[in-house]
């Protein structure tokens, strides 16, 4: 039994004895009381009062298979696998990846203790707050074609925060979002595969959602939907199940046309368009300015006479007028 399982009983915020949880989950109060402890050990505050037994203060709105289904159209049939926790969404998918095709397999976790961000950094996963989830597709062109695709996904984001009617959303090259200048999800693309294809791509979502503020050790203004619409709650099911229904049009619609019919809309959103940069790559920092994107979602860069095709890999782009440092992608 997972503490997870006591967590659901929880989550409604009234109290529950120890013997009523441990009759309804078929354990011992013992193993509800260790399982109260792991549930302390994640930083939730709990009440427990003899005679009365334990309430957690806030009440939870935990992720569920049964309600993110419910909220899909019925034409989405993922398989999605929740976990309470996992290193990284990412990573376990990428364990699976083999020779079969795994496309539409959806791993999601209520905590990651070693989520990936791009450029070896790490992505703050705290518990039951935001949305970690990781994709597989299959793709039967070569790597090299499906350089478009960390923009298009970003613009799935973009489509969903609209729909949950957030206001103020920017792209940043090659695959951040931010609302009201800050940054609200990122993304980060694994592959497995041959150079020429077929090739998996793991894409892995991070989407801050109800993101406590306690979180503060993060080296960029970051945001959360709740605290960018004025306080508002979001279901977490829910908002997954629009993302997963935007990821899914966007994949499709790349599968058909590639990234080409998407740049308008990149153009639309991007934040970074006719703006003063400084490029760092392996091969140093360049100062220039943005010139948009090409067809294959390359970054388009006017340094001096020259205009450099730039893809994501592992360059870094910082806004010049930003006053804060260390603002990547
Ligand atoms: C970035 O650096 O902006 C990309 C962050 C991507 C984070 C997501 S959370 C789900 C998936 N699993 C991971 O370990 N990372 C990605």
């Known amino acids: 039994m997972e503490f997870i399982h006591v967590l659901n009983l929880l989550s409604d915020g009234e109290f529950h004895s120890g013997e009523e949880m441990g009759r309804t989950l078929g354990v011992t109060r013992t193993v509800i009381w260790h399982a109260m402890r792991a549930i302390q050990e994640l930083g939730m505050e709990v009440y427990a009062i003899n005679g009365r037994g334990y309430r957690i203060i806030n009440p939870l709105n935990l992720l569920s298979v049964e309600k993110i289904v419910g909220f899909l159209p019925a034409d989405i049939n993922y398989d999605i696998e929740l976990f ?17 095709d795994l496309t539409g397999k959806v791993c999601i976790a209520e905590q990651q203790r070693a989520g990936r961000g791009r450029r070896g950094r790490r992505w ?3 518990f039951a707050s935001n949305l970690y989830c990781s994709l597989v597709w299959r793709f039967d062109t070569a790597i090299s074609a499906l350089s478009g695709i960390s923009l298009a996904i970003a613009l799935a984001i973009v489509k969903t925060l609209e729909d949950c009617h957030l206001s103020d959303i920017a792209v940043k090259w090659p695959n951040d979002v931010y609302c009201h200048g800050k940054k609200i999800a990122g993304v980060l693309l694994e592959v497995k595969g041959d150079m020429t294809g077929p090739c998996d791509i793991v894409i892995g979502i991070g989407l801050n959602v109800n993101q406590p503020l306690q979180v503060v050790k993060i080296d960029q203004p970051w945001t959360c939907m709740q605290s960018s619409a004025a306080n508002k709650e979001f279901d977490r099911n829910q908002v997954l199940a629009i993302l997963l229904t935007h990821v899914d049009k966007t994949l499709k619609f790349f599968q058909q046309s590639g990234f080409e019919v998407l740049r308008s809309l990149w153009q639309q959103y991007d934040m970074l368009h006719e703006q003063e940069v400084e490029i760092t790559s392996a091969q140093g920092s360049f100062c220039g300015q943005v010139k948009g994107v090409n067809a294959q979602g390359h970054l388009l860069f006017q340094c001096g006479e020259k205009l450099l095709h730039l893809s994501g890999g592992e360059v870094s782009v910082k806004k010049k007028q930003m006053e804060w440092l260390e603002e990547k992608v």
């Open 84 to 100: 309470s926790q996992l290193d990284s969404t990412n990573h376990y998918l990428l364990t699976q990846l083999g020779a079969h």
């Open 124 to 126: 703050h996963s705290p």
